[in-house]
Protein backbone atom coordinates (compact mmCIF):
# COMPACT_ATOMS: atom_id res chain seq x y z
CA UNK A 1 0.00 0.00 0.00
CA UNK A 2 1.45 3.57 -0.96
CA UNK A 3 1.12 6.14 1.83
CA UNK A 4 1.08 9.85 1.72
CA UNK A 5 3.61 11.86 2.67
CA UNK A 6 3.20 11.97 6.67
CA UNK A 7 4.75 14.66 9.25
CA UNK A 8 3.61 14.47 12.82
CA UNK A 9 4.64 18.11 14.50
CA UNK A 10 4.48 18.11 18.65
CA UNK A 11 6.73 19.37 21.56
CA UNK A 12 9.60 16.78 21.95
CA UNK A 13 7.28 15.04 24.70
CA UNK A 14 4.77 12.01 24.43
CA UNK A 15 1.48 14.29 25.53
CA UNK A 16 -0.77 14.62 22.81
CA UNK A 17 0.65 13.30 19.57
CA UNK A 18 1.65 9.72 21.43
CA UNK A 19 -1.14 7.99 19.96
CA UNK A 20 -0.85 9.41 16.75
CA UNK A 21 3.12 8.17 16.86
CA UNK A 22 2.51 4.83 18.06
CA UNK A 23 -0.79 3.77 15.90
CA UNK A 24 1.84 5.11 12.76
CA UNK A 25 4.69 2.71 14.50
CA UNK A 26 2.62 -0.24 14.98
CA UNK A 27 0.84 -0.08 11.57
CA UNK A 28 4.49 0.56 9.38
CA UNK A 29 3.27 3.83 8.52
CA UNK A 30 6.12 5.93 7.37
CA UNK A 31 6.08 9.60 8.90
CA UNK A 32 8.31 12.66 10.14
CA UNK A 33 8.78 13.02 13.78
CA UNK A 34 9.06 16.53 14.20
CA UNK A 35 9.94 17.84 17.16
CA UNK A 36 9.09 21.37 18.13
CA UNK A 37 11.57 23.64 20.71
CA UNK A 38 10.07 26.90 22.43
CA UNK A 39 11.25 28.76 19.88
CA UNK A 40 10.22 27.09 16.72
CA UNK A 41 6.91 26.79 18.45
CA UNK A 42 6.74 30.37 18.32
CA UNK A 43 7.70 31.12 15.06
CA UNK A 44 5.25 27.97 13.55
CA UNK A 45 2.34 28.54 15.91
CA UNK A 46 0.57 31.61 13.63
CA UNK A 47 0.44 29.37 10.28
CA UNK A 48 -1.31 26.39 11.70
CA UNK A 49 -4.85 26.54 11.49
CA UNK A 50 -5.96 26.47 15.26
CA UNK A 51 -3.28 27.66 16.17
CA UNK A 52 -2.12 23.84 18.54
CA UNK A 53 -0.28 21.07 18.24
CA UNK A 54 -0.46 18.07 17.22
CA UNK A 55 -0.97 18.76 13.56
CA UNK A 56 -0.34 16.24 11.11
CA UNK A 57 0.62 17.47 7.58
CA UNK A 58 -0.72 14.85 4.84
CA UNK A 59 0.85 15.75 1.29
CA UNK A 60 1.39 19.28 1.97
CA UNK A 61 -2.26 19.44 3.98
CA UNK A 62 -2.06 20.85 7.69
CA UNK A 63 -4.46 19.09 9.59
CA UNK A 64 -5.31 19.83 13.93
CA UNK A 65 -7.20 18.03 16.80
CA UNK A 66 -5.64 15.32 17.95
CA UNK A 67 -8.23 12.77 17.87
CA UNK A 68 -9.11 13.76 14.66
CA UNK A 69 -6.05 12.80 13.43
CA UNK A 70 -5.67 9.79 15.61
CA UNK A 71 -8.55 8.38 13.40
CA UNK A 72 -7.04 9.33 10.17
CA UNK A 73 -3.65 7.76 11.48
CA UNK A 74 -5.51 4.58 12.92
CA UNK A 75 -7.48 3.94 9.44
CA UNK A 76 -4.07 4.07 7.87
CA UNK A 77 -2.52 1.86 10.16
CA UNK A 78 -5.46 -0.55 10.33
CA UNK A 79 -6.22 0.48 14.39
CA UNK A 80 -9.43 1.78 13.46
CA UNK A 81 -12.91 -0.15 12.75
CA UNK A 82 -13.54 2.26 9.36
CA UNK A 83 -16.04 -1.11 7.99
CA UNK A 84 -17.93 -0.94 11.59
CA UNK A 85 -19.51 2.02 11.90
CA UNK A 86 -20.52 0.43 15.53
CA UNK A 87 -16.95 -0.88 16.52
CA UNK A 88 -16.04 3.25 15.37
CA UNK A 89 -18.47 4.98 18.03
CA UNK A 90 -17.07 2.41 20.30
CA UNK A 91 -13.56 3.33 19.89
CA UNK A 92 -14.41 6.84 20.21
CA UNK A 93 -16.54 6.43 23.03
CA UNK A 94 -13.26 5.48 24.93
CA UNK A 95 -11.02 8.08 23.35
CA UNK A 96 -13.58 10.66 23.78
CA UNK A 97 -13.20 9.33 27.73
CA UNK A 98 -9.39 9.78 27.74
CA UNK A 99 -10.04 13.49 26.58
CA UNK A 100 -12.44 14.47 28.97
CA UNK A 101 -10.01 12.64 31.50
CA UNK A 102 -7.34 15.09 30.28
CA UNK A 103 -9.41 18.05 30.77
CA UNK A 104 -9.92 17.00 34.16
CA UNK A 105 -5.94 17.37 34.87
CA UNK A 106 -5.98 20.31 32.56
CA UNK A 107 -6.09 23.16 34.91
CA UNK A 108 -4.12 22.09 37.51
CA UNK A 109 -0.81 22.21 35.30
CA UNK A 110 -2.09 26.09 34.94
CA UNK A 111 -2.19 26.75 38.57
CA UNK A 112 0.75 28.80 39.52
CA UNK A 113 -0.16 28.72 42.75
CA UNK A 114 2.01 25.92 44.75
CA UNK A 115 -0.97 25.83 47.33
CA UNK A 116 -3.65 25.62 45.31
CA UNK A 117 -2.30 23.25 42.76
CA UNK A 118 -1.16 20.83 45.57
CA UNK A 119 -4.75 20.93 46.63
CA UNK A 120 -6.10 20.40 42.99
CA UNK A 121 -3.86 17.24 42.35
CA UNK A 122 -4.94 16.13 46.51
CA UNK A 123 -8.70 16.23 44.73
CA UNK A 124 -7.70 14.41 41.32
CA UNK A 125 -5.58 11.84 42.95
CA UNK A 126 -8.50 10.93 45.91
CA UNK A 127 -11.51 11.58 44.14
CA UNK A 128 -11.75 13.04 40.46
CA UNK A 129 -9.44 10.45 38.75
CA UNK A 130 -10.70 7.14 40.73
CA UNK A 131 -14.58 7.93 40.07
CA UNK A 132 -12.98 8.04 36.47
CA UNK A 133 -10.92 4.98 36.50
CA UNK A 134 -13.76 3.18 38.13
CA UNK A 135 -15.95 4.11 35.02
CA UNK A 136 -13.53 3.28 32.21
CA UNK A 137 -12.80 -0.09 34.22
CA UNK A 138 -16.75 -0.86 33.59
CA UNK A 139 -16.62 0.10 30.26
CA UNK A 140 -13.69 -2.33 29.54
CA UNK A 141 -15.28 -4.91 31.56
CA UNK A 142 -18.46 -5.19 29.42
CA UNK A 143 -16.92 -4.68 25.87
CA UNK A 144 -17.12 -8.30 25.31
CA UNK A 145 -13.30 -8.68 24.04
CA UNK A 146 -11.59 -12.07 24.56
CA UNK A 147 -8.37 -10.58 24.47
CA UNK A 148 -6.24 -8.21 26.42
CA UNK A 149 -7.33 -5.32 23.86
CA UNK A 150 -10.57 -2.66 24.39
CA UNK A 151 -12.14 -4.64 20.96
CA UNK A 152 -11.09 -7.79 19.86
CA UNK A 153 -7.84 -6.39 17.96
CA UNK A 154 -5.54 -3.54 19.08
CA UNK A 155 -7.23 0.09 18.30
CA UNK A 156 -6.63 4.12 19.09
CA UNK A 157 -8.68 3.08 22.39
CA UNK A 158 -5.73 0.74 23.71
CA UNK A 159 -3.49 3.49 22.38
CA UNK A 160 -5.47 6.24 24.25
CA UNK A 161 -5.62 4.19 27.28
CA UNK A 162 -1.50 3.79 27.42
CA UNK A 163 -1.18 7.19 27.01
CA UNK A 164 -3.26 8.10 29.83
CA UNK A 165 -1.70 4.99 31.71
CA UNK A 166 1.50 6.19 30.96
CA UNK A 167 0.96 9.91 31.93
CA UNK A 168 0.48 8.62 35.61
CA UNK A 169 2.89 6.41 35.76
CA UNK A 170 5.46 8.74 34.52
CA UNK A 171 5.45 10.73 37.93
CA UNK A 172 4.62 13.74 35.87
CA UNK A 173 2.45 15.00 37.94
CA UNK A 174 3.41 16.11 41.58
CA UNK A 175 1.05 14.11 43.86
CA UNK A 176 -0.36 11.81 41.79
CA UNK A 177 0.11 9.00 42.95
CA UNK A 178 2.07 6.56 40.51
CA UNK A 179 0.55 3.69 41.23
CA UNK A 180 -2.53 5.08 41.02
CA UNK A 181 -4.01 2.76 38.16
CA UNK A 182 -2.47 -0.28 39.59
CA UNK A 183 -5.53 -1.76 40.98
CA UNK A 184 -8.08 -1.55 37.59
CA UNK A 185 -7.35 -4.99 36.07
CA UNK A 186 -9.09 -4.41 32.71
CA UNK A 187 -7.05 -1.19 32.14
CA UNK A 188 -4.39 -2.11 33.10
CA UNK A 189 -4.19 -5.42 30.82
CA UNK A 190 -4.64 -2.85 27.93
CA UNK A 191 -1.37 -0.71 29.29
CA UNK A 192 0.35 -3.97 29.60
CA UNK A 193 -0.35 -5.48 26.21
CA UNK A 194 0.43 -1.66 24.77
CA UNK A 195 3.45 -1.76 26.21
CA UNK A 196 4.67 -5.16 25.65
CA UNK A 197 3.61 -4.78 21.65
CA UNK A 198 7.33 -5.29 19.91
CA UNK A 199 7.08 -1.72 17.41
CA UNK A 200 5.93 -0.01 20.72
CA UNK A 201 8.97 -1.59 23.14
CA UNK A 202 11.28 -0.31 20.21
CA UNK A 203 9.52 2.77 19.96
CA UNK A 204 10.19 3.74 23.51
CA UNK A 205 13.50 2.04 23.88
CA UNK A 206 13.94 4.62 21.17
CA UNK A 207 12.65 7.42 22.48
CA UNK A 208 13.95 7.55 26.49
CA UNK A 209 14.17 10.52 28.02
Keep these: MAFPALKVTYFDMAGRAETVRLAL????????????????????????????????TVDGHVLCQSHAIARYAGSLAGLYPTENRLDACRVDEITDFCEDFMQKATPSFREADPAKKKAMRVELASTTFPEMFAL????????????PWFLDAISIADLDVYCMVSMMKSGFMDDIPTTICDHYTKIMTIYNAVAAHPKVAAWNEAHKK
Design 25 to 56: TIGGVPFEDQRLQREQWAALKPSLPFRQLPAL
Design 136 to 147: LEARVASSGSKG
